[in-house]
């Protein structure tokens, strides 16, 4: 926050702001999680929702061209968080095998919709 405001991307002030809303956010947090996390903890299935938005995608299998291939971690799933699971721009892929992922999408029908 120092640098953007040195560099003048935002004011003094705001900088300020941030700084002190970070301060008061990273007590509060390190003392007593939200009951949301907890719960997520206790109970990290899906949600319903999740599980609806993922089943209503359309899903293919697809192939890498040479000399691309697909690549994991230990959280072989991925998807853009920006877009989430449920909105029309959203994707999930997971690869199968360097030549192979499994890729569901929102472009295009969905299987309730064919």
Do not use: C
């Not at 999680?33 to 995608?57: G, Y």
Request: overall charge neutral; charged content about 25%.
């Amino acid at each position: 926050m120092q640098q953007l405001a040195e560099l003048g991307r935002i004011s003094p002030d705001l900088a300020t702001r941030r700084l002190q809303e970070l301060e008061v956010s990273y007590a509060r947090l390190t003392h007593e999680l939200p009951s949301s996390i907890v719960n997520q903890i206790k109970d990290p299935r899906p949600s319903i929702e999740m599980v609806k938005a993922i089943v209503s995608m359309r899903w293919r299998v697809v192939r890498a061209k040479e000399p691309e291939f697909f690549i994991t971690s230990d959280n072989p799933a991925f998807y853009h968080e920006a877009y989430g699971l449920g909105t029309e721009h959203s994707e999930l892929r997971f690869p199968l095998s360097p030549g192979l992922a499994l890729h569901g999408s929102r472009a295009g029908a969905s299987l309730g919709q064919r």
